[in-house]
């Protein structure tokens, strides 16, 4: 390792330096030495809170632990369970009057329902996609997808397949019928589309089967394009999203459409959470650097790529804001992308990338600085407002444990606005309800933020895996796919909304839902998540690009503004049930909790082949029956916690364990033999991977709060050394 700079009492790696200096500061209006003492003193003032509170966290799970072990086994008696709580700060009374208040947030977070991605930023082709998903066709998702049945000759292919395609066609207006209808016809008997200006006032006539029609709300017609004097896209609204029809009778696809319609592009990804967390694997100084570069480029709006596709260079960068006449004659401009969060890790996360008195220092530290640096070129700036045309700079923090710990996170933004000098709460959070302290906490953990809070959302898997490990001692778990079903679940999903909407968050933030795992499974998908928005949440997480598409029909079909006024006088969920443990209270054969763990231990190697072996956070892994699942670190954390549990209370025993482990490497060895870069798990000398996955499940029990990131990092480190 090259030599350490030095600043005050940091030493910094090079490679960090070198991108500070060189990439991040020129354009922002500070210079590298304030950002190196800035971080000195945030470390100086802020390092022994931080500590303190890491201190607190495992304080408590010793009075959890003792709690529920000596009420093992019997009647849960709720009422007791929270006086407990209380006593030991837990579980703290409500603040009066708080109403979220913050100010300077972009549309698409404050005004617009929609789908949202989450990607890992250290992929440049990733993040990329997702940035450029804002817009996305829906002729292709429909064609490319389990949406539309392959019977009957409509099989997917590469070369087109017309039967096919005028399924998909017949699909998508059906759409059009039901979001931008037109009086007294249908989209399938469409034969022209005209533009007639009547006073300076630009109108939509469609010519049908049925004569000349226009819209039942005409209102939805909000632009067009023309090109060589053709009209070329005819552009809608609805619930605040757009629609783009695209018409050119000389295209392949247009010259079998009657009116020439080639395609319809649907306004999808909204919002985009760029993610140094879960999703990705840093590890050291080299890989910090490539994650804070690819962020850079994004707020620049200089961040390209190269790839090879099938034997041909592909070269990708962001797109441009589309353009488009207005009603009015006059030009309107939309955002050809999706808005862009990042999402910095959590409090336990500590790096050697840089030492404060030859010590690892607060990851979260380093991560708010460095991503808001970064965000200052969309602030200041060559393209101001690239990407923020309100000037804030969105930050989604992960598992946070309760009010103190959201405090604690304001104070670090307040320090970090600071050191760049910034308008006091131009830094805006997003706070993940994911764990259980924050839970039952939500209210009083939002008033901490009220004036920079921008995004709640719930996740089932880091929620499930806190709830293991809360309750640990409370006795053995349920089956994962049996958890999903009890009480507490559905009471966490609809407090969360419940609390948002009490709180004023509408308007100034969003409410979101957790990720559809099954990137294959779009037709169970457009089934099944249909109900974020019918629960009222504003945003939902999907799996890819195409995901975020067919997710858009959902927000076309239901005004999630609306559904929010009609639960406004929901009574809230109750308490009770969400302090509820999924605990095991039938017996269950020995087949059973085989099957169980056969499941769960396949999952955390395939998992954790590719981290530790390819430094790869988020990917599509095989499970037990070869469905592709999006999995990350908190697929992880659920399933190694589980094994712990079951481990702990005498349901399976180590050797069965590691006879399963054993078992499972060869199956995924199989799933991964076609991967060049597959590191095997099988391999004579024990391989990292295999070892970080023992690991995840014998030392998970002492693991604090159940989470995978110091094992993780330490075998990848490894593995890289390799």
């Not at 029809?245 to 909204?270: N, Y």
Request: some cysteine.
């Amino acid at each position: 390792m090259s030599e350490r700079i030095r600043v005050g009492n940091l030493k910094i790696d090079p490679k960090l330096h070198e991108l500070v200096r060189e990439e991040l500061v020129p354009e922002t209006g500070v210079d590298t030495e304030e950002i190196w003492f800035g971080l000195e003193k945030i470390i100086e003032e802020l390092g022994g809170l931080n500590k303190r509170i890491l201190e607190r966290r495992d304080e408590l799970q010793v009075k959890l632990d003792e709690y529920y072990r000596n009420h093992r086994g019997k009647d849960f008696d709720q009422e007791h369970h929270k006086i407990f709580l209380s006593e030991i700060g837990y579980l703290q009374d409500e603040l009066e009057d708080v109403k979220i208040t913050t100010e300077n947030v972009d549309s698409e977070i404050a005004e617009i329902a929609g789908p949202q991605l989450v990607v890992p930023v250290d992929n440049a082709r990733y993040c990329l996609n997702a940035a450029n998903a804002r817009w996305g066709s829906l002729y292709d998702a429909l064609y490319g997808t389990d949406v539309i049945d392959e019977d009957g000759g409509c099989e997917r292919s590469s070369n087109y397949n017309p039967r096919r395609g005028a399924l998909v066609v017949a699909r998508a207006n059906l759409f059009l019928d039901e979001a931008v209808p037109i009086r007294g016809s249908s989209y399938a008997k469409v034969l022209e589309w005209d533009i007639v200006e009547d006073k300076g006032q630009q109108t939509l006539k469609i010519i049908t089967e049925n004569g000349v029609k226009e819209l039942s709300r005409p209102e939805q017609f909000v632009g067009f394009k023309r090109g060589g004097g053709n009209l070329d896209c005819i552009l809608f609204k609805n619930n605040g999203l757009h629609i783009e029809l695209h018409i050119d009778s000389e295209d392949p696809i247009g010259r079998g459409h009657r009116a020439g319609l080639k395609d319809v592009v649907v306004e999808a990804a909204i919002t985009t959470i760029q993610d140094c967390e879960d999703s990705v694997s840093a590890v050291d100084a080299e890989d910090k650097v490539r994650v804070y570069r690819n962020w850079c480029g994004l707020m620049k709006g200089t961040l390209s790529t190269s790839f090879d596709k099938n034997g041909k260079t592909v070269n990708r960068s962001l797109e441009k804001d589309r353009s488009f006449i207005g009603i009015d004659g006059e030009h309107i401009s939309l955002p050809g992308r999706s808005l862009l969060l990042v999402r910095n890790v959590g409090l336990h996360m500590y790096t050697d990338t840089v030492l404060y008195n030859d010590q690892p220092v607060p990851e979260g530290f380093l991560d708010a600085l460095m991503t808001s640096l970064a965000a200052l070129h969309d602030i200041r700036g060559k393209e101001v407002g690239f990407n923020s045309r309100t000037g804030s700079i969105y930050i989604v923090k992960p598992k946070m444990h309760g009010p103190e710990e959201v405090a604690a996170t304001v104070e670090l933004f307040t320090r970090v606005e600071e050191v760049l000098k910034l308008p006091v709460n131009t830094l805006k959070i997003g706070i993940m309800d994911e764990e259980r302290r924050t839970s039952v906490n939500l209210q009083r953990s939002m008033s901490e933020a009220s004036s920079r809070l921008i995004f709640i959302n719930t996740g089932f898997l880091d929620r499930t895996g806190d709830e293991i490990h809360s309750s640990f001692e409370a006795g053995p778990m349920l089956p994962k796919s049996e958890i999903k079903n009890q009480v507490w679940l559905q009471a966490y999903e609809d407090q969360n909304v419940d609390v948002g909407i009490e709180m004023g968050l509408i308007g100034r933030g969003q409410i979101g839902k957790g990720m559809w795992a099954m990137p294959d499974a779009m037709s169970d998908m457009l089934d099944a998540k249909m109900g974020h928005p019918q629960s009222g949440a504003t945003t939902a997480w999907v799996p890819s690009p195409t995901a975020a598409v067919l997710h858009a029909i959902h927000y076309h079909q239901i005004s999630v503004f609306e559904r929010q006024n009609e639960l406004r006088g929901r009574k809230r969920a109750n308490l009770s049930s969400i302090l509820t443990p999924p605990l095991l209270r039938n017996h269950l054969t020995s087949d059973e909790i085989q099957q169980e763990l056969d499941n769960n231990v396949q999952g955390i190697l395939g998992y954790v082949s590719r981290w530790i072996g390819q430094g790869v956070g988020c990917s599509k892994v095989p499970d037990i029956n070869g469905i592709g699942l999006m999995e990350d670190r908190a697929t992880l954390r659920i399933s190694s916690q589980h094994i712990s549990n079951w481990l702990h209370h005498g349901l399976i025993e180590r050797a069965q364990v590691l006879s399963t482990f054993k078992r499972m490497a060869l199956v995924v060895d199989g799933q991964n033999a076609n991967d060049p870069n597959y590191c095997p798990l099988t391999a004579e000398i024990t391989p990292p991977g295999f070892s970080a996955a023992l690991d995840l499940v014998f030392l998970g029990r002492d693991e604090p709060n159940g989470y995978t990131e110091r094992i993780l990092h330490s075998r990848r480190r490894e593995a890289k050394l390799r």
